[in-house]
Structures are given as structure tokens and as C-alpha cells.
């Protein structure tokens, strides 16, 4: 199944750079926005190194650009400038189309407000990326949908509308369908943002438990418990990464974003705004 992401065999790209042993590697990547009031820089050359297996947590104020980042490494956005490796793909030369393919199958995104499809039932919904996917057959992807919903304690559930189950509920079908066709990225925008504090427990803990099993998990947070699940916080200021690079990879040459290396383990960037600066405040509001 590796296979698929093998470079080559949708990367057309003429002169390409060497491929990266990361599992997901973002170089010196810049996002531009354009709006009214002309084009607005949410990402400053951001680098990024996630080595397979790894559990990251994503921290920065509201509108610092971690959505954007997350973005990028999913293909849901294209960078402006610099490079995106993920599961061996280099995703700058993918069409739309081939992207949506890639996506569907080397990563699972989860989302603060679950976006599941109101009209489908919980199991339904963890079908669709497999209807998709082609992986499996008819059969097989009822009783793979039935697994996950069952690994997620959700399987009493799978007839219901989403809209008859609760937020903690939904975002545990949710974890199910992003796992559909077995991935080996989850990538989680606030996955507890909109959750009380139990229930957020209770789905970190069905994280903790996918890192066990083998995924690897970029997962962007406010809360400061719920990065504590993580093996290594990375920080964002105002559209700058400041310690996404792993501690043996130089930075490359000139970028300011990189930090010279960068912990680990979070021991709070060289720069004035230390990890509690990259909180929100409890009860701000939240992108
Ligand atoms: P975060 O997820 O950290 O709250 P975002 O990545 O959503 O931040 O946004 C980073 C910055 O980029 C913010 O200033 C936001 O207003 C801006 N931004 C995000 N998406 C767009 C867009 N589609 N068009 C213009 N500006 C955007
Ligand atoms: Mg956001």
C-alpha cells in the first residue's frame, strides 16, 4: 500500500529535489492570502520535519496560521512558495484532482465541528472515504466501517443521523471515518475545541492509543492538557514555525522561522513569546 505514495508516480516534477526521509517535511513553505486589502502573508516560510510515529501538538494564538499550516500538509491548500513532502509524495506538483486521490488515502483530517454529512448515518459517513478510496469492496467496507465504529465505541450508534448523537460522540465517528482507509497520517485541526473537557479526554485518549498502534498524529490545540498527550509541542507566532525542525536537520540557509535546534521535546522556543504566550487565554475566541 506504501507503494502509492511512491514518488514518481504522479510527482512530475522536471528538476526535482531529493525526497525527504519524513514522513511529512514542509520547507521553508509561505501562504499568501489575497483579499480586499491585498495579499496577506499567514505563513513566513514555515519548516516542519514529522518523522512516522510521531504524536505533535500544533500551539499558537488564534489566526497565528496553524489552520493554514495544517492545510498545506493536507493538500486541502496549496503553498505558495516552498516545498511539501507527505508520505513520500511531493504534493507542489499534484492537480486538484490527484491530490483529493493522495488525500484519501495517506491522510485522515479531522476537524473542530466534526463535518460529518448530516443526511448519511454514522456508518455511512465512515464509508464515504472508503466509496471513494477503492480499496475495498461492498462487503468489506460495511464490516470495516463496523470495526472502527466499534474501535471508537460507536457501533450501538451506526444507524443513527449524526445530528441524534452528541459533539463527543460525533467527533469519535468522525476519528472513525479519518481512519477509513487506513492512513498513516491523522492530521487534527482543534479536534476538542468544541468539546467539554471530559469528553475531549476521552477522545485524546483514542489518540494516544492510534500513536500506540503505529499512526502519526499532528494535531493542532488551545488546551494545554490535551498537548500534554503529545510527544513534541511545535509553536506558531503570527504566521512564523518557530521549532518545527527535528534537532539533526539543518535549517536551511538563511530562514528565520527555523529555529537552530529546536528541542524535541517543547522546552519553549528561543524567542521572547514563550509556550504559555502561544495559548489563547481560556474563553478566547477561537478561529
Ligand atoms: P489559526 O488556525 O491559527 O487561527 P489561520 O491559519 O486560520 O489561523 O489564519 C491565519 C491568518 O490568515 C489569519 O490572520 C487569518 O485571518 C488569515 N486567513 C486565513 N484564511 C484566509 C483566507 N482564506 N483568506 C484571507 N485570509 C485568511
Ligand atoms: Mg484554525
Known sequence: MLRRFSRGAVDRAPAEIAPSRHLIDLRAVVKDYLT??????ALHGANLQVDAGEF???VGKSGCGKSTLMNMMTGIDRATAGDVWVAGTHLNHLSEGQTAVWRGRAVGVIFQFFQ?????TVAENVM??????GLWTPKEREERAMALLEQVEMVDQADKLPSATSGGQQQRVAI???LANDPPILVADEPTGNLDSATAEAVIRLFDGLVAAGKTIVMVTHDREIAAHARRTVHMVDGHLLDGMLPDEPAPGGLASAGPAAPAVSAGPAVSAGPAAAFDPPGAARA
Open 128 to 133: 464515504l472515504p472508503m466509496d471513494f478510496g
Open 176 to 178: 472513525a471515518r479519518a
Open 116 to 120: 460529518l454529512l448530516p443526511t448519511l
Open 56 to 58: 505533535i501538538a500544533v
Open 36 to 41: 480586499d486589502a491585498g495579499s496577506f502573508r
